[in-house]
């Protein structure tokens, strides 16, 4: 039997898609003929439009065999396996590799784009899942800065209706990335997009959401990337009055090192 190549990424309404976009970036780089895997049905209907040739949703990372089989390759990005389920995986498939969570890859057009216009002041986004209506609950934090808000996927119908017109400028779902490299400054709470922003030549500032991981929080401090805690409103003016001062560390390339990495580990 001809062996395949999948790739697995943890997605949905309480996680976002911040593994998904790093994904598509190592896709696109890898150029090979691999199958995306989502735990969501709604991100892999519409991968094509991110240049994902093919996708399938799983639901659960338990459902990977019902796809894959014994002795294909996996790539995998989630925290979902413990460690018995983990070594499971890496007896099942003849190539495992997986994507520590704090891994930093920026897709090249993000880099590309330090000379794209900033022509957005400020821009908000809190990230692609909020299950809890956590924006809602804190529209103060940003609502006097008048930012452009950039609305996430897996946000309720309703909630959608209501943001829109709490916010005179939005940015769709869609549009993430016109977002990411016309905005001047970015305050968001999604760890990706501060990182493609500052590829772009933008100034990002990190939210903390108490549901999100710590991870990057170590590398953010390197880069001088502020960090706010607890919806601090007082802390984000500070922050943005003096930006213009502040010298933020460029963001370096290493999307070659680790697919060529990856590459070697499945011999493509």
Do not use: W
Request: one cysteine or more; a negative charge.
């Amino acid at each position: 039997m001809h062996t395949k190549t999948y790739y697995y990424v943890h997605t949905g309404h309480r996680i976002g898609l911040d593994r998904f976009r790093r994904a598509v970036a190592i896709l696109g780089k890898l150029n090979a003929d691999i199958t995306l895997l989502t735990s969501d049905y709604r991100i892999a209907q519409i991968a094509r439009d991110f240049g994902v040739e093919k996708s399938v949703g799983v639901d659960v990372v338990r459902n990977i065999p019902q796809i894959a089989h014994n002795g294909d390759k996996l790539i995998f990005d989630s925290d979902e396996a413990n460690p018995i389920m983990l070594e499971d995986m890496k007896q099942y498939f003849s190539s495992f590799i997986p994507i520590k969570n704090d891994t930093v890859l920026v897709d090249e057009k993000f880099f590309q784009a330090q000379t794209h216009e900033k022509s957005v002041k400020i821009s908000y986004f809190f990230g692609d899942d909020d299950y809890e209506k956590d924006l809602e609950k804190n529209l103060d934090f940003v609502k006097d800065l008048n930012p452009h808000l950039q609305l996430g996927f897996y946000y309720f119908l309703d909630y959608e209706d209501m943001l829109k017109e709490e916010f005179t400028n939005y940015f769709d779902f869609e549009e993430y990335d016109d977002m990411i490299m016309s905005s001047e400054i970015l305050i968001t709470c999604s760890p990706q997009a501060v990182l493609d922003s500052l590829a772009s030549g933008s100034k990002p500032i990190y939210v903390q959401r108490a549901d999100y991981t710590e991870d990057f929080n170590g590398l953010f401090q390197t880069l001088n990337i502020p960090i706010i805690e607890n919806y601090d409103k007082n802390h984000l003016n500070v922050i943005i009055s003096s930006i213009k001062e502040r010298k933020y560390t460029e963001l370096q390339k290493n999307a070659e090192n680790i697919v060529d990495s990856i590459k070697e580990n499945l011999d493509l």
